[in-house]
């Protein structure tokens, strides 16, 4: 048994305490909120923090975070349920105009879960108190304490609180968050700090949530949670217990579509997109928030120094967004973060020493991590060439091949649109999506019939660039 000390009880530092304490480890958490034990849903989701504006934005949780939970917490996954999320098996929502639908055994693997992201954390945050190796301690972290000796690699004991507590345990875990200090506190050990790679993402991100009236129900699924309109991104986020929001993907360049911003104007946006619009129109929906905007989002990872180098350290983890967060567009961030949670243990098991542990968790994070940040950054990349009013992509890059073989064919072929699903949920590899031959087949026969004019996209369920600003302009 080892004793862990967790910077930040938030998603990944509440999972990540829960899978070392039923390995029979004790773990505590520091974090400022941590006497806020309340667990109505509705107080949690109406509180601010600050910081963490992204608690009230959409939150896609995915398959693969879901297959995590059912297989290694499924008592979370039960206690989602219970608190009114909900599952969402993506196989039994085939767009209507895929017209032969064929089921394949792992397709019971392509299932979501519905949920706002303070019910996620809420319920998540029942079950670490209830663990018995898991203490929660009120506390702003302001910096670490490393032992005296300076041996190289220098050794990190613990943490000291705002209070000036210090708190000791054999392995520090940050887990707070994408504006993680750490490289602060190390400097201020006169460590040498973390390489932090980063780069923008081109969008604003603006979400607003509603509520259903009780006695109504959904509206029946088809499969178009999401549009990506070259110039807009708009989906549609079903959450639990009557609640829905969506969400819209702005392009940072784009100044004409800022007054989406007035709750009006957005609401009249949302209206006029076919698959957003049928969940307003519901009679008595009631918006809830104001439209949440968050901006100057980031994809930036941070490497440790190496162990062989000058400034290297034992003792100090970092787990979630304090090690790597990506654009949220891709709903990634509580996936990655529950796949270092479930993993930690199993290498703090096969590690011999301090040493070896920072060694073997390094390098997991290279080869399963750090890949999706190399990923995020070519996705954004793309997405830019597709340029501020949308069009054609250059032909040849993976935005073109997107646009016009993936998304059309996904249309109509539910080959392409499992392997889509299964390339946005996170199963199989970051680069899976093009590989299986039959389905790169289909999708170069659309990019044909595309380029020979002899296939035509669906009707667009939504206003092109132009109606969109002149319909925000009239409600303003
Ligand atoms: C707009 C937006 C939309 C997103 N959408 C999705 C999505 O659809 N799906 C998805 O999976 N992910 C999404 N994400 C990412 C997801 O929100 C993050 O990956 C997730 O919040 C990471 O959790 P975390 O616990 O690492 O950090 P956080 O949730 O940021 O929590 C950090 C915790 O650390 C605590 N803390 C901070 N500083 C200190 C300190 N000095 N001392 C002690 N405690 C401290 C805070 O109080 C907090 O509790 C989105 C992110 C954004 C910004």
Known sequence: MAKFVVIGGSISGLLASISLSRQGHEVKIVDPTASNTDLDLEKRFSSRQKGMAQRHHSHAFLAKLRNILRSNFPDILDALLDAGAFEMPFMEFLPETILQKNSEPDDVDLVGIGARRTTFETVILGIAQKESGIDFIAGEILGLVASKNTCNPTKIRGVRTKNGDEILGDLVIDCSGRNSERNKWLENLELR???????????????????????????????????????????????????????????????????????????????????????????????????????????????????????????????????????????????????????????????????????????????????????????????????????????????????????????????????????????GGPFDLLSDPEVLATINKTISKRESNTWQLPDPFGPAHDELVKLIENSL
């Not at 088809?222 to 392009?251: E, M, Q």
């Not at 120094?305 to 304090?322: C, E, F, H, K, M």
């Not at 250059?394 to 073109?400: D, F, N, W």
């Open 193 to 427: 700090g973390e390489t932090i790679e980063e780069s923008p993402c081109p969008i604003q991100y603006l979400t607003r949530f509603y509520k259903l009236p009780s006695s109504a129900l959904f509206p029946e699924p088809d499969g178009r949670f999401a549009g990506d309109f070259g110039y807009i991104k708009v989906g549609i986020f079903p959450a639990d217990n009557g609640f829905f929001s969506t969400t819209v993907g702005l392009n940072d360049r784009d100044k004409q579509l800022k007054g989406l911003k007035n709750p009006e104007a957005f609401d009249r946006a949302m209206l006029a997109f076919e698959h957003t619009g049928k969940w307003l129109r519901i009679k008595d929906v009631k918006p809830i928030t104001n439209v949440e905007v968050m901006t100057k989002l980031k994809n930036r990872r941070r490497r440790p120094v190496t162990l062989n180098q000058d400034g290297s350290l034992v003792g100090l983890i970092a787990l979630g967004d304090s090690l790597m967060h990506t654009n949220p567009l891709y709903g990634r961030g509580c996936t990655i973060s529950s796949m270092q949670a479930q993993e930690l243990p199993k290498i703090i098991d096969r590690s011999n020493d301090e040493t070896q542990l920072i060694e073997n968790w390094n390098a997991y994070v290279g080869k399963e991590i750090f890949p999706y940040y190399d990923m995020a950054v070519f996705q954004d990349a793309q997405d830019f060439m597709t340029g501020e009013n949308g069009g054609t992509p250059p032909k040849g890059s993976l935005s073109y091949v997107i646009k016009e073989g993936v998304v059309p064919a996904s249309y109509v072929d539910a080959g392409v649109y499992r392997a889509f699903i299964k390339a946005f949920n996170l199963i």
